[in-house]
């Protein structure tokens, strides 16, 4: 037992440190280390309950699991924040943006209609929906006439142009006063749309990104049935998404850099904070959970709860005073995420 007790910590800090390492190998140099990622939030508990365990036995070896958690505090502050919104501090009104991926409004299930009711009431001046459905044939589900009957001018990426349209939308409240495409992907709806607006004296660039999904079908994996050809489909869809998303998020790095206005982008990226990718654009601009969210921030609405895959970030000239997920609404596998915004 006291030899296990001086193995485990060393494995456990060994196999730690090679996870965070990983973050910083680009996918498309070495796409393995992008699935080490995934094991650093288990990793991070695991240090957690080790080090009170060896804690409680006085044990000198606590110094492993101690390490294993001071060399991981970026991805603990990734994790987890305990920022606080006082409405009473804001001198002026902010803007509220609403970000969410709706499953093109989950018309398998036939809960569209509820949903598209609950984007439609929504209060957000500034409102950017990824994999968006619209059918112009039945009124109800007519989202893009709905919207304009509020007031809200759109900006929608269609690539099938027909009644029934499915891809990306900006609808907001302010005065659009350019709007643009950039392809991420030719064969794919998933790509990056953005609208200039106008606030008061200032104008405000807005992203709406929705960058490579990897489709994996979860519910398949209740079935034992080929489970190694499941297996290895699992790590090839993880692996291409990776190094797709790497090359997308350079496209949109770059078209940021010609932008000559403040600006936010949101929407679903697909990666998870622990990854190459998540800090390649946290480097760049502020991410708005780790600015002014609270709890856990996780915005996946299916088994894998623990997933934060839904981000805003912001450049410099924008400062996020509140970000939240919003679980008011489950007509999606992914939850809205919001965020308050105010021009510096």
Same mark, same amino acid.
């Given at each position: 037992m006291q030899k296990v007790l001086k193995i485990i910590p060393w494995v456990v800090l060994i196999i730690t440190l090679i996870c965070y390492s990983a973050v910083l190998i680009p996918p498309e140099k070495f796409w393995a280390a992008g699935l080490l990622g995934y094991g650093i939030l288990p990793l991070m508990l695991i240090n957690l309950i080790l080090f009170v365990f060896l804690s409680f036995l006085r044990k000198k070896s606590l110094v492993l699991p101690l390490t294993g958690i001071i060399t991981g505090i970026l991805?603990?502050? *990734? $994790?987890?924040?305990?920022?606080?919104?006082?409405?009473?501090?804001?001198?002026t009104k902010p803007i509220e943006l609403l970000s969410y991926n709706v499953g093109s409004f989950d018309m398998a299930r036939?809960? @569209?209609?509820? $949903? *598209?009711?609950?984007?439609? +009431? #929504? &209060?957000?001046?500034?409102?950017c929906i990824q994999e968006f459905y619209n059918d112009s044939r039945r009124p109800?589900?007519?989202?893009?006439?709905?919207? *304009?009957?509020?007031?809200?001018?759109?900006?929608?990426?269609? &690539? +099938?142009?027909n009644y029934q349209q499915s891809g990306l939308a900006i609808f907001t409240r302010y005065p659009v006063i350019h709007k643009g495409t950039l392809i991420l992907n030719e064969q794919s709806a998933n790509n990056c749309i953005y609208v200039d607006v106008q606030v008061l004296k200032? $104008?405000? /660039?807005? =992203? %709406?990104?929705?960058?490579? @999904?990897?489709? !994996?079908?979860?519910?398949?994996?209740? %079935?034992?049935?080929?489970?190694d050809g499941k297996i290895k489909s699992l790590i090839r869809k993880?692996? +291409?998404?990776? *190094?797709?998303?790497?090359?997308? !998020?350079?496209?949109?790095? /770059?078209? $940021?850099? @010609?932008? #000559?206005?403040?600006?936010?982008?949101?929407?679903?990226? +697909?990666?998870? &904070? =622990? @990854? =190459? %990718?998540?800090?390649?654009?946290?480097?760049?601009?502020?991410?708005?959970?780790?600015?002014?969210?609270?709890g856990y921030g996780f915005s996946f609405n299916r088994k894998l709860f623990f997933l934060r895959i839904d981000h805003h970030f912001v450049s410099d000239g924008i400062e996020p005073i509140r970000y939240w997920v919003d679980r008011s609404i489950n007509g999606s596998d992914h939850f809205p995420t919001r965020g308050l915004y105010q021009i510096r």
């Open positions: 991805f603990f502050n *990734i $994790t987890l924040q305990f920022n606080f919104y006082s409405p009473e501090s804001n001198q036939y809960s @569209s209609p509820s $949903t *598209i009711e609950w984007i439609v +009431n #929504d &209060p957000a001046e500034i409102k109800e589900l007519n989202v893009m006439e709905r919207m *304009i009957s509020k007031g809200f001018s759109s900006h929608i990426f269609l &690539p +099938n142009q200032d $104008t405000i /660039r807005i =992203y %709406n990104v929705h960058l490579a @999904s990897m489709r !994996i079908p979860l519910s398949s994996y209740k %079935n034992p049935d080929n489970y993880l692996k +291409n998404g990776g *190094i797709r998303r790497s090359h997308e !998020i350079d496209l949109i790095i /770059r078209h $940021t850099e @010609s932008c #000559d206005y403040p600006f936010i982008i949101c929407g679903d990226f +697909n990666d998870i &904070p =622990y @990854s =190459y %990718n998540y800090l390649k654009l946290r480097n760049h601009f502020t991410n708005s959970f780790e600015e002014s969210g609270s």
